[in-house]
């Protein structure tokens, strides 16, 4: 089991940047795929960024790449999100979750058994 918790959101200018956290507590963090999610009303959660829990292999969705990184601390149970160029397509809901690895990099959302309550983003013009 793995409590997931997100910090970091808030409100960037168009073109800026911020920087989201999130912190497990539990069992095994290391060993467990992490993504990023985003979801705004009406409108079904997406994947933003995924990694493995190596920590080796990464995916972004396309509106995510080239802007935002994705990174792990498995030391500190810590997965990241570096968001860069914000634009407002951005502001969303953004989630943390886990998944159990099953060999190849989780990206489904149904893979991913364990969510934290998300943190919300805001970008202003």
């Known amino acids: 089991q793995l409590q997931l918790v997100e910090s970091g959101g808030g409100t960037a200018q168009t073109g800026g940047s911020l920087r989201l956290s999130c912190v497990a507590s539990?069992?095994?963090?290391?060993?467990?795929?992490m993504a990023w999610f985003r979801q705004t009303p009406g409108k079904e959660r997406e994947l933003g960024a995924a990694?493995?829990?190596?920590?080796?292999?990464?995916h972004y969705a396309d509106a995510a790449e080239g802007r935002f990184t994705v990174s792990r601390d498995n030391k500190k149970n810590t997965q990241y999100l570096q968001m860069n160029g914000l634009h407002p397509a951005d502001p969303a809901v953004y989630y943390c979750?886990?998944?159990?690895?099953?060999?190849?990099?989780?990206?489904?959302?149904?893979?991913?058994?364990?969510w934290g309550p998300g943190t919300a983003v805001t970008v202003s013009t």
């Open positions: 979750a886990a998944a159990w690895p099953t060999g190849n990099l989780a990206l489904a959302l149904r893979r991913y058994s364990f």
């Open positions: 539990g069992r095994d963090f290391k060993m467990y795929d």
């Open positions: 990694i493995a829990w190596s920590g080796y292999d990464t």
